[in-house]
């Protein structure tokens, strides 16, 4: 059973769960993938709801919504998910099918988790390595693996439960 639920009831949720990993969930023509996330913002932008997602460029993720043009969050109700984010975040599914070794149903959301928001990519930006902080630059892109920043429309926000 959903459950909407507006985007600013959610704001609290997706900022608590970040630093533990939310599940960006991608899919093109059937070919599922998820990977975890500790980075996003949430936000009003061109007059919509928004979520940004930074993914770099290595990412099979990456290659999926560039295809696609959309993705979906789903958030963990607690952080009962440890194994599974963990997974999800060291494995690529160029590699490997993260669904199976995690025990998830192949769907567009993680529906052992119970808050999904659906996104539509409707801005991105490449990360410009001559504009950022030499401190950062330093830190976090030693081998020149940038992000590419999605700017998500949210389409759809919902809780799921059990029938
Ligand atoms: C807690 C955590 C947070 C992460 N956050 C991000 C992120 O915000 N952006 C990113 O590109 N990778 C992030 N990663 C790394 C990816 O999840 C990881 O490289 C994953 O294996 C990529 O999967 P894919 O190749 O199937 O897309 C994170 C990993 C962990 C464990």
Redesign the pocket.
Known sequence: MRVQVNYEDIFKRFNGQL???IF?N?NFEGEY????????LMGICWGKPIIC????F???????IEKSGEFTLSIPKNTVMKKE??I????????ID?FKLCGFEKKDIIDKCDLHIECEVIQKTAMDKNTIEESIKNKYYKTDDY?MFYFGAIKDCYYTKED
């Open positions: 630093p533990e990993g960006l991608t993938n998820t990977m975890t996330i500790g980075w996003g997602v930074a993914v770099r290595s990412r099979h993720t990456y290659e999926l984010l963990a999800c975040g060291t494995k690529s599914g160029r590699d993260k992000h």
